[in-house]
């Protein structure tokens, strides 16, 4: 062999050993799934143009999870069930686009977000992450990266079309 032809072995071979040699394991996907009651705010930078009583939608989430792919079912305060599918990885799970719309306190809000992030904590399940989009309500519309997502495990109980999550 010529030494260039060493050389690329060499470059090649180095950094696998440098790693022990294998790849790293991939992380199992936390498990999500369950009844959880669920919030989306507004962005800190959109608070001074809005109602304080505009600036959170809740809702009622439901998620069921095979492996690393989660179907959340949210339904929404004064909107339609809003579903999305996601991907969860160790800790993190990453929802595409999605749409909400609902009330609160009597005035519409509508959420388009373009994507999403959230992590899980390790010790409660609880779920928090962003949401980059459009946060509308009471007429004003905020642009913004950093709208959040908090979904907390709960027990859902229903009477009539009316659930809670406690």
Same mark, same amino acid.
């Given at each position: ?78 909107? %339609? ?17 999605? %749409?909400?719309?609902? %009330? ?63």
């Amino acid at each position: 062999m010529t030494r260039m032809e060493w050389l690329v072995i060499a470059a090649v071979v180095a950094p696998t050993m440098a790693c022990g040699g294998s790849p790293a394991a991939p992380t199992a996907p936390a498990n999500i799934a369950g009844s959880y009651s669920a919030s989306i705010t507004a962005s800190s930078t959109c608070s001074a143009n809005m109602p304080s009583t505009t600036r959170v939608l809740n809702a009622a989430a439901e998620v069921s999870q095979t492996g690393a792919t989660a179907q959340l079912q949210f339904n929404i305060h004064g909107g %339609s069930p809003v579903s999305v599918t996601g991907t969860v990885s160790g800790q993190t799970i990453t929802l595409p686009s999605l %749409s909400f719309n609902g %009330s609160a306190s009597g005035n519409a809000i509508s959420v388009v977000a373009a994507a999403s992030t959230a992590n899980v904590a390790t010790t409660n399940g609880e779920i928090a992450g962003t949401l980059n989009g459009t946060y509308q309500a009471s007429g004003t519309s905020c642009n913004a990266a950093d709208h959040q997502l908090q979904m907390r495990k709960c027990v859902v109980t229903c009477s009539g079309n009316v659930c809670t999550c406690a």
